[in-house]
C-alpha cells in the first residue's frame, strides 16, 4: 500500500521534471529560484533553465527543469519556492 503513495500517478523516479515558478518581473527572480532549486538538486545545469515574460512584461516565469529523485525532493523544492517573497505562483 505504501508504494501506491511513493510518487505521483504517472511519474517513475528517477524522471526529467520542469519546475515553474512565478513573480513580477524582476532581474533577480532567475538567480533566486536557481539556488533554491540547486539546494535540492545540486546538478541542476545552466541550460535547463528557461524564463518567459509575460506580454505586458510586469511578469516573469523560471522553468528549471531538474532529474528529480523523488516525490519528497519534489516537494521541499515546491515548499521552499513558495516560501519566498518574490514567487507569486509555481507550478
Do not use: W
Not at 14 to 39: H, N, T, W, Y
Amino acid at each position: 500500500m505504501a508504494e501506491l503513495n511513493a510518487s505521483p500517478q504517472g511519474l517513475t523516479f528517477p524522471c526529467r521534471f520542469p519546475i515553474k515558478a512565478m513573480g513580477r518581473s524582476d532581474e533577480a527572480l532567475p538567480g533566486i529560484v536557481v539556488e533554491i532549486v540547486q539546494r535540492h538538486a545540486p546538478a541542476l545545469a545552466a541550460d535547463s533553465i528557461t524564463t518567459s515574460e509575460s506580454s505586458g512584461g510586469r511578469y516573469i516565469s523560471v522553468t528549471a527543469t531538474i532529474t528529480a529523485d523523488s516525490r519528497d525532493q519534489l516537494d521541499a523544492i515546491y515548499a521552499d519556492l513558495k516560501a519566498h517573497d518574490c514567487v507569486l505562483a509555481t507550478l
